[in-house]
C-alpha cells in the first residue's frame, strides 16, 4: 500500500533533488514521445545538445535567447512571492523597449557609460509606471491585479505598435527603407550595449545584468526588511498590518520592482539585440508569458531562474537552429511543456511524502523521516 | 474510580456500535497521534472524548470515518470488522461528522446541502420535506429553504446534524460541539442528543470541557498525548480524577480570585474615552466607551459575544477605524487607525483569531517571534535582518515560554492551540509593553495551556502592565480581573472592583439589565 502524507517541513536535499528529477523524467517522457514517433531519441537530444549549448556559437546565441526570460521570469518570480500575480511582464518588457529606444536615439553617441545608464534608467522607470498602475489599483483600490495587467499588455502592445506603424512619431524610422516601409529608428551605434569575450562564448551586457539583479534579489528576499515583508504579506495579509506593515505600500513597491526589472529586459532587448524598437518581433516572441513558466519552474527562487532561462532558452535556440524535414519542428515546445508539467507535479514529492506501508507491519520509524524531527505530541 | 472493563458494559449484551482496537495514527515528523486506542461505543449511549487540544481526539474521530487511514489497529462496527478507505465507506457503514469547522457551501439552501451527500435525482422539494421532518423529530428547528450565510452559527450546525441523520447515521461524531455555541444553544444541542440517544443512535462527544462531558455523556474516555487514560462512567467519576486524567496532574479548578497586591495609585496607561465606531455591516458597534487601565492592573470586560468586543479591541490595536474618541496608550494619544503606532506606543495584543491575524501560519516560529521587532534593532541592521539573532531569540522565546515544537524553524500552522498562544504571548510580552490587550486569549486551549495563559497574564500585571482582557468566559473574567467592566451593545454598562462582583448581577448586566443599577451611575466609573 503506498501512501501520502504531507511533510512538516522540506529537508534541504529536496530542494536539489526534487528539480532534477524533474527534469530527468521531463526528458525521459520526451525520448518516450520520439521513439513512438519514430525518431531515435538520443541522436535528437544529442542535437540538441550541440546546437542549444556544446558547438561553435550554440551557447552565445543561448545566451542572447535566454536574456529576455530571465528578465521576465525574474519580473514574475518577484511578483508572485508576495502572491501578487503579475502577469504584466510582456507589456512592461515593452514599454521598456519603448522607453530605452527613445533614450538610446536620444542619446546617441555620447559617452557609452551615460547612453547605456540612460538606457537601463529609461526601461526601468517605464515598466515601473506600466506595473505601478496595476499596482496602485491593487493596493488602493483592491482591482484583481491579474486581469489589470493583463489587459495592460495589450495597450502596451497597441501603443508600441502605433507608435511605429501607425503614426510619425520619435520612434519611426522617415528616412531611407522607412519612408516606404513602416520600421522603428535604430539608436546609434555608440549606444549598442558591450559585451564580454569568455574565449568561447560572448556574453551580452543584458544577461549579466540581468544574474546581477537575479543575486540582488536572492538577498532581498533572504535578509532584509522589504523580504521579510514580502514573506509575510503573502502568507497572510492580516498578520501582515496587525504587525504594523504598510502592506498597500508594499503591494505599490513590489510591482513597480517587477515592472522595473521587465522593463530592462525590454532595455536590453533594443541595446543587446535588435537595436531599434520591434513591436512585432516583441509581440511575436511573447517573452513576459514565458517569463512566468520559468518563474515557476525556478520555484519563485531568483538564483534559479538563471538557470531556467538558459536552459528554456537553450532549447529554443536550439529548435531555431534544427528545425527542418528531419527534426520535429514542435518538439522543442513540447519539450519545454513536458517540462512544465514535470516541475509543477515533483511539487507534490516536495510537499508530501511517500510512504509504503505493508499491510501488516506498518512499522514507521521515526529515523526515516527526512529530517530526522523528534516526535511533538503535545 | 469505576474503570469499566467490558467491551459492552451498558449495552446488555449486544456488539458495540463501535469497536477500535488498538488504534495508532502515525503522522510525519514523527508524530504520533494515536497510540493502540482502545474505544467501545455502546448502541445508544453517549460517550465522551476528552482530552487536551493535540491529545489525538480530532485524529482519532478522522480514523473513524474514514479521512485517516490508522496505521495499525482494527475498526469493527456492530461487531462486524470493517476498514475505511475514504469517507464513503464510513458514511454507508453509518457514521455521520460534525466537524468544528462547518462544511457547508455557504450559497446553497438548508436542503441543497443535505442533498450533497447523496447520488441519483435530485428532487429539492422531497429534500425540503425530509429537513422538515427531521427538524421536528429531533428538535432541530431550521427553514429548510433558508441559505447557509443568512443562518446563525448555532443553526448551522444543527444542518450540519441533519445532513447526518438524512443519511441514516447510526453514530454521529461532534468535533467540540459546543466551541462556537452560546450555554443556551449548547442545552438545545444536549436535548437533541438525548434524542437521537433515545432512539438507538449513539454519539461520540469530542470535548475538553469537563462540565459539559458530565452533562451530557453516559461515558468518557480520556486521551493523553495520544493515549488512552481508560474508560469511565461519567456519573460514577469525580470531575478533579477526569481533569487529573487529562493533564496528568493535580490542576486548580477553582475560579477564586489570583492573589495580586492592589495599587489604586498606580498610573493610568491606557485611557479610552467616548470611543464609537461602526461594525462590519456598518452597524454601531461602539457607542460611547469610556474606560480606564491602571498599570499593575487587569480590568476584566465580560459580555455576550457581539456586543462590540472585537470592535473594541480592534479599534484600540489600530486596526479598526473610529468614527470619535479618543485611545491614549501610556501617554500617547494615537490617532487614526495605525497598528504600528500603537504597538510603539507600548501596546502588546493578543488578537481573536490568533493564528491569522497574530501569526503569519505559514512561517517559521522564529519569523514569528520577530513580526514586530524585525524592524529595529538588534534584529535588523539598516535594511538588512540579522538572521542568526532571530535564532537566537526564538531559541530562547521557546524555552522560558515553553513552546512545545521540533524546533524554531516549525512552521506555526502545525502547532496545537496551545503551543500558538505561547509563541504570540511570548512575542507580545518580550516587547516589554505597558499594555496588553488580550481577546479572549484562552478560547478554545485545553486545560493545561488556560493555566498558562492566565499565569502570563497576571505574571504580566504583576510586573506592572494594565492588562485590557476582554473575554466571554465570565469565570476567566472573574479569577484574573481586579476590575471587571460590562460591556453591551457597544456600551459600558458599569465597572465594579472584583471584590464587590456578584456573577447574578454581573450576568443581569451582561443580558442588558440595568434595573438593579438604577442608584449607581452606570458610566464613567472606570
Redesign the interface.
Known sequence: MIRLERRVDQPRWLKVAVPAGSVLTALLAGAVLLSLTGHDAMETYQLLLERGFTSQGAFTATLTAATPLLFTGLCAAVAFRMRVFNIGGEGQLIMGAVGASAAGIALGDGPVVITVLGMILAGAICGAVWAGIAGALKAWANTNEIITTLMLNYVAANLATYLVFGSKSYWRELGGTGAMFPQGKPIAEGAHWPSVDFGNFTMGFGFFLGSVIAIGLFVVFRSTRFGFQVQVIGDEPRAARYAGMRTKRAIFGLMALSGAIAGIGGASDVGDTRYVLDPKALQQAGYGYAGIVVAALARLNPIAVVFVAILMGGLSNAGRALQGPDFPAGLVGTLQGLLLVFTLGGELFARYRIRRVAAEHAAADPADTPGGAPAVTA | MPETTTNDASAGGRPPALAARRITK????????NEAVDLDVAPGEIHALLGEN?A?KSTLSNCFTGLY?P??GTLAVDGVPVEFHSPGDAIVSGFGLVHQHFRLVEPFTVAENVLLGEHGRIRRSEAEARVAELGDRYGLEVDPSARIWQLSVGQQQRVEIIKALSCEAKLLILDEPTAVLTPQEAESLFEVLRRMTAEGRSVIFISHKLDEVRAVADRVTVLR??RSEGTHVVAGTASRDLARLMVGRDIDLGTGPVPRQQRPTAAVVLRVEDLRATGDRGETALDGVTLDVRAHEVLGVCGVSGNGQRELAEVI???RARTAGTVEVAGTVLTGA???????AGLG?I?E?RL????????SIE?NL???A??RPPL?RG???R?TRFRARAIELMERYDV????P???TR?L?G??VQKVLLARELSSDPKVLLAASPTRGLDVGAIETVRTLLAEAADRGVGVLLLSEDLDEILSLSDRIAVIYEGRILAVVDRADADVEELGLLMGGDVSHLSATPARGSA
Do not use: C, I, K, Q
Not at chain 2, 502515525?26 to 497521534?33: D, E, L, M
Not at chain 2, 491569522?356 to 512561517?363: A, E, I, K, V
Open positions: 502515525r503522522f510525519p515528523g514523527g508524530v504520533v497521534a493535540g489525538g487511514r496505521d495499525e498525548g495520544g490595536a489600530g486596526m495605525d497598528p504600528r503606532a500603537a504597538h510603539t495584543h488578537p483569531d491569522h491575524t497574530g501569526l503569519s501560519p505559514s512561517l519569523d520577530a513580526l514586530t524585525y524592524r535588523s535594511p538588512f535582518l538572521r512545545r515544537a521540533p524546533g524553524t516549525t512552521p502545525v496545537s496551545g503551543n
